[in-house]
């Protein structure tokens, strides 16, 4: 922990703010007075860095790399200055200087290089990996633009490019003397040079790839690990000058233009795969940069490429790094004349992988044509590796030919991602148990018969440090008062708060602290939607992209539904509720969009009855990333995680509810089952057809929307009411969500699942209106919740996968 006092700390922060601003702190803007605070804490954390990488090279610790194409981090200030230790020392010496922490806290734009669950997951890696002495780093890129801010302009949403550099960012360090070469398109020559085979690329266009790395604070350990993102610059200005000396401005300028779009933005698509260049191009660019990086630092520190495996791992968060692997491979053969035999042991040996949905049109897989032309070298490489796992197959089973061609990595005229990853690397990953079983037994079968061993579970986690005791001090505080404080390191140790949940000061505590929150939540929906909301009403969240499969629609039609009831029974005794959504939706998912439309409309017209209007409101929140989600979910009392059973791998939004004391509405669906474990029946409010039944469907077929729709008045009414003018004058104006449950049949199972839906939110009424039992089992969900901290799933990777983290290990 670092030692710091008020008094050396105010002594700093007023020298820094005249170093780098030239003038008196009095005089000073918001802005101004974050940058200064930024940047001392960056100059607190420099000499730890230094220091940990100083260490890892002396030690020779094996370095965990991982590698992901999104890292949603959010804000930094608050959770470096928590880390280190020193957060209430600078908060108490900026109040004597007429400053609040906070307000300047609020001012960092959020780091948004990410879509949803899968950019956090990294982030909250990162924050574990540092806080348990694990050598691990980051790799991705510097998006200029992250994902997109959504607006919503008369009910729709509306992008805005994500800015988030305008201000610079003080926590970056730019690198250039570490940059590398990435090359693309051109040819492969072939010879022969004292007997051995060569591979010369020619004619290629060099990328040049600018590292800028931020540190990664450890908890009170006084360890600083790497997040390293890649930007692209062309390579030297000489083609500029050649070009301007002939005049040709405007060719210089849209050649610089055309090298630096491959780091220019975040591609804003969740679970849903676009076959673009641009994108094939930013996935090799910083796999590329990243492992010759790599490469370079191990034998500049005498490492020997024999043992590479021994000292570095590397992981791949999804399909997006698997080129990975063909760059290692390339590397070692070609750059290092190591042998194909000896490169694939120790490739394999390096790379992991971790999966992260079954949906099929994530499926990652590239035209041949494109991938070829774009990278000559690496197709050569992914066609050597396929014809020798092809050869491996017809030794084990011949003649089954479709099972071959169904495995193989390049068929079909596509280069398959995961067919490559899952052979590439020596652990395949899903990220909840029942996820996982649904790799093996279906969507991976083969594979799984093929290599049972590779194929394993590491159900996902948040870092309780953001998670809990960032964004719910209050709650943080009750823990402490009543368990002790062992569980800040420990987070198993929540289990303790078990004893407390028949305390009936401490549950009178714990509804004082929601309804603290929930106040501070109620002010932002004024300030940003000026419209008043009753903290003691039950607070109903979904946050979460926008997707067909989350059912969103099954949500708003419970909402409309419950409209309906309450007009034509006036006298319906309901606990008033605040049903509060939020969720970007990719920008060509028209579906997704409309279905923000819909709940944009059905919020105005309940909002605007007044004689609903003490029972029921509804919220969307614009503009849902890390930020807003901090200050949402320790207000929700209920936590809605209702996707089709089987589609949502794990979901990570389902654990930090529960963390803050929120009671769970769920299918059995990804980590959902887990919680269900942890906490038993009666603390989750389970609804919904099993993963059975979904499965029978899927493969047998016998749904018919329209026949549950017709069986259901209440659904007959919900559903006419999308297009019989009751909501939007225009009654076009739904009609995407209508078709796609009446007239495509429902795909994921929203009409099927609505009367269950309902019956478990009566219960959730019920529930509620005793505070006592509803206080209860919040105090039960928090304490079972340190099984989620994302601490106890990045130890059980560096066990059972890295082989890392030994050496220092947190006693
Ligand atoms: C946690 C988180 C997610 C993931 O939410 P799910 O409900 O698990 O899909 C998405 N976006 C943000 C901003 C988050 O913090």
Known sequence: MMKLSKKTFKKDYIRKFIEIH??????????????????????????????????????????????????????????????????????????????????????????????????????????????????GQGCGIRYKYGFFEQKIINGSQVEAPDNWLKNGNVWETRKPEKAEVVRFGGEVVTDVVDGNLTFTHINFEPVLAVPYDTPIVGYENEVVNTLRLWSAEPVSNEFDFSSFSRGDFLKAIEYKNSIEAISHVLYPDDSFYEGKILRLKQQYFFVSSGIQSIVRHYIKHGGDLRYFDERIAIHINDTHPTLAIPELMRLLVDEHGMNWDDAWRITTNTVSYTNHTILAEALEKWPIDMFRKLLPRIYMIVEEINKRFCADLWNKYDGQVEKISSMAIIGDGYVRMANLAVVGSHSVNGVAKLHTEILKKQEMKDFYYLYPRKFNNKTNGITHRRWLIKCNPGLASLLNETIGSSWIKHPIDMINFNKYVDNPGVLEKLREIKHENKVNLAKIIKESKDITVDPDSIFDVQVKRIHAYKRQTLNCLRVMNLYNELLEDPNKEIVPRTVIFGGKAAPGYMLAKNTIELINAVADKINNDPRVNDKLKVIFLENYRVSLAESIIPAADLSEQISTTTKEASGTSNMKFMMNGAVTIATLDGANVEIRDEVGDDNIIIFGMNEREVINYYKNGGYSSVNVCNQDPRLRRVTQDLINGYYCSDKEKFRAVYENLITYNDEFFVLKDFDSYLRAQDKVDQLFRNQNTWQKIAGINIAHSGIFSSDRTIEEYATGIWGSGFLYKNL
């Open 22 to 135: 030239g003038k008196e702190l009095q005089e000073g803007t918001p802005q101004n007075k974050y940058e200064a605070l930024g940047s001392l804490v960056k100059d607190y954390i420099s000499e730890m860095w230094m220091n940990t990488n100083k260490n890892y090279n002396k030690t020779g610790e094996k370095q965990v790399y991982y590698f992901s194409a999104e890292f949603l981090l959010g804000r930094l200030l608050g959770n470096a200055l928590l880390n280190l230790g020193i957060r209430d020392t600078c908060k108490e010496g900026l109040k004597e200087l007429g400053i609040n922490l906070e307000e300047l806290e609020n001012l960092e734009q959020d780091q948004g290089l990410g879509n949803g669950g899968l950019g956090r997951l990294a982030a909250c890696f990162l924050d574990s990996m540092a806080s348990l002495n694990i050598p």
